[in-house]
C-alpha cells in the first residue's frame, strides 16, 4: 500500500491524505521533537477508516492510529493496521521540509 498527500499546504503544519480505504491527518514539523512519534516529526497522527466512521458516527471506533503528543490509539499487532502505520509514517518523515 501506498500513502499519499491530498493536502500539503505550504503555510500549515497540518497535512491530510489517503492510503487504501484509510484517511489521515497528521501535525507534521520540519524538524524532530519529544513530542513526536519516536522524537519524529509527526507531533499528531490520526488514521481512520472513513466508511466505519459514517457507520458508527464515531471518529474513535473508525481509528487504528490516534496519537496527540502520546498514544490514545496504538497500532495494534494486526499485519494491516502496522503496514498502514508504517507507509503513512515513511511518507511524513520523508516530506519535504517547508518553513526552514
Known sequence: MKAEFT???SDSNWVSGTIGNFNFN???FDNGSTFGIQNGRVSKLSIWNQKTRL???SFFDACIVNYDRGWDIEPSNQTVALTIFDAVMDLLENSPKRFE
Open 55 to 57: 457507520i458508527t458516527g
Open 26 to 28: 497528521a501535525k507534521l
Open 7 to 9: 493536502e500539503f499546504a
